[in-house]
C-alpha cells in the first residue's frame, strides 16, 4: 500500500482520483489549493510515498512547489496531472524533477500503475542512496557490491519461458565476472507473446538498478496488455521508456533494446529496437531476415523516435535474439564477430531451437576459451511446423 498526496483544484477531478486510488488499496491526502498542498505535505512529508499535482497547481507557484518537495524529499515520486493544452508545461516540470506525467481524462489503470511504477522508482532510489552511502563508509560493502548485484540480476531473470501452443523457446545465459545489465523474457499476453531483450551499458550494481527500473517498465506493459490497454501501441512502449530513463538516470548510462510482439493467430512479428544489434529470423531454407535497429538507444536523446518492423512468420521459422557480448566474445584480441554467427545460424537452420543455442553457446565458449568480458544472452524463438 502507498500513500498518495493528490493536489487537484477541480473538485470533481479530487474526488475521482480519491476514489480510484483507494480502491486499488492506497491511502490518499487530498488538496484542493497549493496552501492546501504545502500544508498536508509538510505534515506528512515522511510518510508519503507519491505525489499528483495539477500542473495549473505548479504554474501558479512558478514551479516552486515542485521544487520544495524535492528539496525536502528528493526520492519522492511526482506525477503531473495535466490537459493537452498544458503539455509542454508538464514536459518541463519532468525536467524539473517530476517522475513523470499523465494526460486528462484520467485513465484508472493507467493512475494505478503510474503510482505503483512511482512507489517502485521511489524504493529503488532510496536503497540505492542506502547502499551508496554504505559503500563510501564500509570498505568490506565494496567486495559485497558484486554478490548483491548478481542476486538482483538473477533474482529478475525468468524461472522458466512460458509453455505456448504451436511455439518452442529456449535460451542461453551467461553471466560475466563485472556483472553486466543483459534481460530477456517471454510472455503470454493473450493474442500476442511478448518478448524482450535489453541490454545496460553500466556493470555492477548501477547496472542492477537501471535494469530493475527497465524490467519494471516492461511488466507493466505486459499488465496493460493483459487489461485489453495499449493494443498495438508499440512504438510509443519504446518512446515513453526512453524519456523514463533519459529523465530519471546518469546522462552516461544507456541501454539498448529489442521488443517484439507476435501476434499468435497471424503469426506477424512486430518488433521495434532501440539501438540493438541486428536480431535475425532464421527460415528453414536458410535464409536470412535481418531486424535491424528501428531507433537510437534508451536515455541518451529526449526527441527520440521510433517506427515499429513488421515480418510475417512461417512455420519452420526461427526468431533469434542476442547481445552484443555474442559477436564481441573474444580471445587474443580476436573477436567471435558477426560473420561466425551467421554462419553458425545458417548450418544449424534445421535444428531444433534448444539444439540451435546449444551448438551457438558451445562455439563462443571454445572460441573465447571460456572467458567473458560482458554477458551473453541467446534467446531463441520457433514457430513449430
Known sequence: ??????????????????????????????????????????????????????IEVLLKSDMEMLKKFKKTMPHIGIIVLTKHEYLQSAILAVKEGASGYLKKPLNAEDLLVAVKSALIKKNLLLENARMSKELFEQREYLNGLHDSAVKILLNMLPDKLPTIPGFNFDVKYKSCDAVGGDMYDVSDIGDYICFYVFDVSSHGILAAVISTIIKSFLKNIEYNYKQGINKRRFPEIVLDLNLQLFFNTAQNVFASLFLGFIDKNLKKLYTVSAGHITQYVVKSDSSLTPLDSTGPILGVFEDSGYTCSVNLLEPGDKIFLFTDGVIEASYNNE??????LLKLL?????DPISSSLERLMESIKYFSKDTFTDDITILGIEIEK
Do not use: P, W
Open 1 to 54: 500500500m502507498s500513500i498518495a498526496l493528490v493536489i487537484e483544484n477541480e473538485i470533481e477531478a479530487l474526488q475521482r482520483i480519491k476514489f480510484v486510488l483507494e480502491l486499488g488499496g492506497n491511502k490518499v491526502i487530498t488538496a484542493s489549493n497549493s496552501e492546501e498542498g504545502f500544508f498536508a505535505f509538510n505534515k506528512n512529508c515522511n510518510s508519503i510515498d507519491v505525489i499528483l499535482v495539477d
Open 346 to 350: 545458417k548450418d544449424h537452420c534445421k
Open 335 to 340: 573477436m567471435f564477430g558477426n560473420d561466425n
